[in-house]
T-cell receptor, first 110, second 114 residues
């Protein structure tokens, strides 16, 4: 099925470092969302973006909705151990359907 | 306020069998969506239910079917199970008209088909 292209697939960083991941699509989306999933849990919404060019922050997280509406990035500043998990981007297609990327697995070395 | 709960948490079935997965939506949420998440992949949209009617469907065969009840809880049924149906099945509920930004996911049901 259709998925967004998310990169990198995995990241291994030191605690305190900044993180950047991005998501691209061949299709236009009017809403972009970023989720985090931890083992044994469902995805949890981190940030929602509604307008092309929009830059939104949630604590140490910052995300931007690309001008072309075909891409988005998520930055995490000053990473801490609890940031470990899998981060997914998702685009809203039509009125009901979320299309997800394949995820970026973040591992942090203390 | 209770969140989205799914049952069972884990399930093992044999190829060809049928399975029913259950989801209790969060209080006040009338929209329920189901997703399939294969290992190492992002979730894939199966279908959505709103006011007890199917309100959108992804690229899944008819042997995947669902129901929504008057209390907004939902079931996902899969007939004639195949090995590739092994996955984490996620349910998400959301309040009226806010499903995209207030969709809360349950912890999922891990289905293994052998």
């Amino acid at each position: 099925g259709q998925q967004l292209n998310q990169s990198p697939q995995s990241m291994f960083i030191q605690e305190g470092e900044d993180v950047s991941m991005n998501c691209t699509s061949s299709s236009i989306f009017n809403t972009w969302l970023w989720y985090k999933q931890e083992p044994g849990e469902g995805p949890v919404l981190l940030i929602a973006l509604y307008k092309a060019g929009e830059l939104t922050s949630n604590g140490r997280l910052t995300a931007q909705f690309g001008i072309t509406r075909k891409d988005s990035f998520l930055n995490i500043s000053a990473s801490i151990p609890s940031d470990v998990g899998i981060y997914f981007c998702a685009g809203l297609q039509g009125a009901q359907k979320l299309v997800f990327g394949q995820g970026t697995r973040l591992t942090i070395n203390p | 306020e209770t969140g989205v709960t799914q049952s069972p948490t884990h399930l093992i079935k044999t190829r060809g069998q049928q399975v029913t997965l259950r989801c209790s939506s969060q209080s006040g949420h009338n929209t329920v969506s189901w997703y399939q998440q294969a290992l190492g992949q992002g979730p894939q949209f199966i279908f959505q239910y709103y006011r007890e009617e199917e309100n959108g469907r992804g690229n899944f065969p008819p042997r995947f079917s669902g129901l929504q009840f008057p209390n907004y809880s939902s079931e996902l049924n899969v007939n004639a199970l195949e090995l590739d149906d092994s996955a984490l099945y996620l349910c998400a509920s959301s309040p009226p008209d806010r499903w995209d930004t207030e969709a809360f996911f349950g912890q999922g049901t891990r289905l293994t088909v052998v």
